[in-house]
């Protein structure tokens, strides 16, 4: 007799999708919720009809040691879409460039002396403080959840010049905040887990990147398995409370007043959104307040389309100098195979974007372009055909200092109800393969429920 218990998943972000994909895989009954028309949550694709074209609302890069995402792009079939090139490019105001390497002898030189400038013995420190801060990955010291990135590359006695070719930017794409109030500990975390994968792999952790659009990536292969398996997609499903009677939940209050019947719920919202849904479970205080703690973090991208080539030699460049305004560029000519009939695209991104966050439009794009007309000559001549800015004020979860010990755990005290989501405990930063990692563990601990009398 199959499980007849029906199982509620609250939220259409990637978290929710991969709970709803591996619940269905299990035979169960599955309801999906989404407060939007569409799924994806913030990973989607967008419409620029100026040029017929499908960009995202953001650009993604994979590493290589996301066990949980590959595991659901091959539930949904799309594992294929997934490239890892050589290595990307650091790109300097001068036009000088490294290409940055991830295996063999060439990653460590990236690792330790990135830099054109870099001397003998600047190398060697680099080199030197590089071993340091690996070592203290894997026995952290005490103080670590005290210290901000830049105290801890302080202290390990980072050279300026390595931190600005490698370092400062690594972080910063890592946890989305600036080194002066990431959480080193965070970071640490995130590097002890790269070091430890790569160990069990016996390969270094690659940066890879899509081939595709994100809808057709995350979304479309998960709406065939729902399909498939006959999950219910309700969109635009409000959720405001989750009931719960005799230590076991009963349902899914929306905002249109209805009740989703539910005997197990996975809740897969961002941390900005869990207000009011647990209201009805003895410890949502403490997870409200974690919740609240954890704060966000600002992203602005870019979808650029310019009549002309920008001269990118990688799929995704790093611009070094510590302009602020502009993380990476990624060239999605190289990336996708697009066509450049109308427009070449270039997906920028600005990680923890406080200054940029509430400029218009207008202003990000002048500044960008201003910029690249720094890094790159062919862009002195080049016009912008359309630009799509789009800011995440809410992007993810800050990992600034103190906020290590908050992101609680997917299990609660009331067993049919998990938590999923990036902003729970799990072995990464906020990342795809955080959300994807959350929900394989909401839903396990859902799968070793005991039969339903």
Known sequence: MGDPRRYVVIGGGL???????????????????????????????????????????????????????????????????????????????????????????????????????????????????????????LHQPADLADLTTEQWFDRAGMPAKAREALWDWLALGIAAEPVQRESAKVFADVLATGIRLGLRHRRAVDIGYPTTDLDTLYVTGALRVFDKHGVRVRHRAVARRIHIADGRVTGVALADGTIVPADAVVCAVPNSSIGGLLDELPEHAEIYAAADKLGYTPIVSTNLYLDRPLGTTAEFEALIGGTGVIDEVFDRQRMT?????????????????????????????????????????????????????????????????????????????????????????????????????????????????????
Request: hydrophobic content about 40%; overall charge positive.
């Open 337 to 453: 195979g697009r066509s450049t009939a109308k427009a070449w695209l270039y997906c920028l991104t600005t990680s923890g974007a406080y200054e940029q966050i509430h400029k218009s439009s207008d202003e990000i794009v002048a500044e960008q372009m201003a910029l690249l007309r720094r890094y790159y000559p062919a862009a002195r001549a080049a016009n912008v055909v359309q630009a799509q800015v789009v800011r995440m004020p809410k992007a993810t979860f800050s990992q600034v200092v103190g906020t290590h010990a908050l992101r609680p755990a997917q299990r609660t005290s009331v067993p049919t109800l998990v938590l999923a989501g990036d902003w729970t405990a799990t072995d990464w930063s906020a990342t795809m393969e955080s959300a994807v990692q959350s929900a394989a563990r909401a839903v396990d601990l859902l799968l070793e429920l005991p039969s339903m009398a």
């Open 15 to 137: 978290a929710g999708l991969a709970s709803a994909v591996w619940l269905a895989e299990a035979g169960k009954q599955v309801t999906l919720l989404e407060r939007r028309g569409r799924l994806g949550g913030r990973a989607h694709a967008m419409r620029a009809e100026a040029v017929d074209d499908t960009p995202d609302n953001g650009q993604h890069v994979i590493a290589s040691g996301y066990d949980h995402l590959f595991r659901y792009l091959t539930s949904v079939g799309t594992r294929e879409y997934v490239a890892f090139p050589h290595g990307g490019t650091l790109r300097w105001p001068d036009g000088r460039s490294v290409t940055m390497r991830t295996k063999g002898i060439a990653a460590w030189r990236t690792l330790s002396g990135a830099h054109p400038d870099a001397n003998p013995l600047e190398r060697v420190r680099a080199a030197l403080a590089t071993l340091r801060l690996g070592w203290q990955c």
